[in-house]
């Protein structure tokens, strides 16, 4: 049986009276940075009244080349986390990619990420669910839907029930992702989900040493997900994206963000009382 709510916070709950934004730039490029679009994001949920976590990744460990921007450091970019956190007073999302860092990044954020090429990893999934944190399991670009019933399993398998999947389409020849719809409300049978604005509409690889991407389509994939039914919204953007160190061409603009929301909302808002569980 899916669990379906999953509480971030004390005040904020996947599978509640509204989405949750999960926003944020890809990666930590410098504190000033993160702290002014940690503080504008906060600003524009607070407009459009949704929940907000604060995103962005301490270490970039699948860059597509080896001279690519991957991190300040992980204890640098660990600490600019822990700043804008307080100062802010937003809670905070970040990925691990091995056991050894799960320990350590739990006592600086609240919400830990399984990066999409790691859902299947047993021990990186069981690391994190013992540490009592909510987990988000990004869905693998190769993985079935179905199948990520099994990486909840392994989550919830340390008696932490405190798991969310998020989507972000599937492999699609070489250098393109595509959304399947149908994998929504499959996966919600298992845990809430999260549907990836961004990551959805990247070309992995595809820039020629750099991954590429169609933000133009982010919002048309976000209207249809709020429509088949989604508990959040996972969405990267930057104030500058030709100029973010880590995929730039599918983030959206941080002055557009507020405009992409309001109509994501009126889909959502429309739609939620026709989302029911497959097969009801």
């Given amino acids: 049986m899916a669990q379906m709510v999953c509480r971030l916070t004390d005040d ?3 599978g509640g009276d509204n989405p949750v934004l999960i926003a944020g730039p890809c990666v930590v490029e410098s504190y000033e940075t993160t702290q002014y679009i940690a503080r504008r994001l906060k600003e524009i949920a607070q407009e459009t009244g949704l929940p907000f976590v604060f995103k962005a990744s301490f270490d970039k460990a699948n860059r597509t080349s080896i001279s690519s921007f991957r991190s300040l450091g992980f204890e640098l970019s660990l600490e600019i986390l822990r700043r804008v956190r307080a100062e802010v007073q937003v809670p905070v999302l970040t990925d691990v990619h091995e056991t050894a860092q799960v320990d350590t990044v739990a006592a600086a954020v609240d919400v830990l990420q399984i990066p999409a090429f790691l859902c299947r990893q047993t021990d990186l999934l069981g690391a994190t669910g013992r ?12 993985m079935a839907p179905e199948d990520m019933q099994y990486a909840v399993e392994k989550v ?29 409300p499959t996966m919600r049978q298992y845990a809430p989900v999260v549907f ?14 750099a991954s590429g991407g169609q933000r133009q389509f982010g919002p048309y994939l976000a209207r249809a997900a709020a429509a088949v039914g ?12 030709a100029q973010a160190l880590s995929d730039g061409p ?7 963000l507020p405009d992409l929301l309001t109509s994501i909302l009126v889909v959502w808002r429309t739609a939620r009382p026709f989302f029911k569980p497959l097969g009801a």
């Fill in 12 to 14: 904020i709950v996947l």
């Fill in 196 to 209: 990836d604005v961004t990551h959805s509409v990247q070309q992995p690889g595809g820039a020629g040493g």
């Fill in 156 to 184: 919830t398998s340390t008696g932490n029930t405190r798991v969310f999947l998020t989507e972000r389409g599937s492999s699609f020849g070489y250098h393109n992702l595509v959304v399947d719809m149908r994998a929504l």
């Fill in 230 to 241: 989604v508990d959040g919204f996972f969405i990267e953007t930057h104030p500058n994206p």
């Fill in 250 to 256: 599918n983030m959206i603009p941080l002055d557009e």
């Fill in 131 to 142: 540490t009592g944190l909510p987990v988000n399991i990004k869905r693998g670009q190769f």
